[in-house]
């Protein structure tokens, strides 16, 4: 039975110009272009020039979804969101600057902080404000500037994380429509919130102690991070389909955070899902954080591998812990 949701309209994408190769980093640390490559799936990243900052790259994105649904006859948004945990300062909000850049005129605007699972986060966000009336037409924005957070000593870190965003518009409509939302799934578990994050900044340190030097740096405990996303991607995977009411074979492609090519792997394995279905842009952009999921759709759609009406899993982890999935159809959509 058909029910109000929100529906996709638009698409857009856009990383900095400059491509950071392994090569380059493995100049400048101690790894290698085949250590990355096979550890993480990586070969490359973008990294934003001196004073771009994270709103730059939303306007960019945010001005081609706008674009992509215009070309389907698309409306006056009223909302906007952006998921980011590399907002452009601490205060105030960056999705308001985007919204202002954009001449959105004085809507509603906000930002999702959920780590890489920003931009489920955001869309469960939207698609809620939507279906309850709040909204009719909304912006959903992942968008991340991670470099200047990243530890020149700490090659963890370094040789993963890129910058870009991606970003979708979002009709009210109903969920019998190519490009509804479904429904989502999602999670957190703060017991484990020291396994990754970025200290400085926040009103603990600053109430308890001088910044030190490392607070401004995004910290990972890796390993344990890996296991957890493997876990919560899956979990989260199979309950929003059993919301969904969707078989997993019905599925025809998932799309999974793109942390690290071997956690996409893991994932299909414990889902049952061969590996044709995975989404897998990692190689080109490495791990954009909350943009990683718009940024896998971009390109998937850009290659043209989605049709009318097919099934899309999303589901993505990160920091909080956070997790969440969604499951979309796809919709009629032209790129800008
Ligand atoms: O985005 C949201 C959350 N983030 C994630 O989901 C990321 C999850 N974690 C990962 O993707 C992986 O754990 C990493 C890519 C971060 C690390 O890969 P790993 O296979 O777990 O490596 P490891 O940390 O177990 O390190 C194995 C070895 C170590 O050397 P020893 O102790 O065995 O001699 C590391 O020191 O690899 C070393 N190593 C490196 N070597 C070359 C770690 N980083 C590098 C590097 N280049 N960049």
Request: with cysteine.
């Amino acid at each position: 039975m058909s029910r109000p949701a929100a529906v996709l309209t638009g698409l857009g994408a856009y990383v900095p110009p400059r491509t950071v190769p392994n090569e380059e980093l493995s100049r400048r640390m101690d790894t290698s272009d085949e250590w990355i490559v096979q550890r993480t799936g990586i070969s490359q990243r973008h990294w934003a020039d001196p004073g771009v900052a994270t709103s730059d790259l939303a306007v960019e994105a945010g001005h081609r979804a706008l674009k992509s649904a215009v070309s389907g006859g698309f409306g006056d948004i009223d909302m906007v969101v952006v998921a980011t945990t590399t907002p452009d300062q601490q205060c105030p909000a960056t999705a308001p600057d985007v919204a202002a850049r954009l001449d959105l005129g004085t809507v509603a605007a906000l930002d999702v902080a959920a780590g890489c699972t920003g931009f489920v986060y955001a869309l469960a966000t939207a698609s809620a404000a939507l279906v309850a009336g709040y909204a009719e037409r909304a912006l959903v924005v992942g968008a991340e500037t991670f470099h200047p957070f990243l530890n020149p000593a700490d090659r963890g870190t370094a040789v993963i994380f890129g910058d870009g965003a991606g970003a979708v518009t979002l009709r009210r409509g109903t969920s019998d429509e190519a490009g509804a939302v479904q429904t989502v799934d999602l999670g957190s578990d703060g017991t484990l919130k020291d396994l990754v994050g970025i200290p400085g900044n926040g009103s603990r340190p600053r109430s308890t102690r001088p910044m030190q030097p490392d607070d401004q740096y995004l910290y990972m405990h890796g390993k344990e991070i890996f296991a957890h996303a493997v876990n919560r991607m899956a979990q989260s995977s199979s309950a929003v389909l059993a919301k969904a009411g969707w078989d997993v074979d019905e599925v025809d492609h998932v799309v999974g955070h793109q942390a690290n090519l071997r956690i996409l792997h893991a994932l299909a394995r414990e889902l049952g899902v061969d590996r044709e279905r995975l989404v897998c842009h990692i190689d080109q952009v490495g791990n954009t954080s909350a943009a990683s999921i718009p940024l896998a759709l971009a390109d998937a759609a850009a290659k043209g591998h989605f049709q009318l009406h097919d099934r899309l899993l999303l589901t993505a982890f990160g920091a909080g812990l956070a997790w969440g999935s969604a499951a979309i159809t796809w919709p009629e959509i032209t790129l800008a």
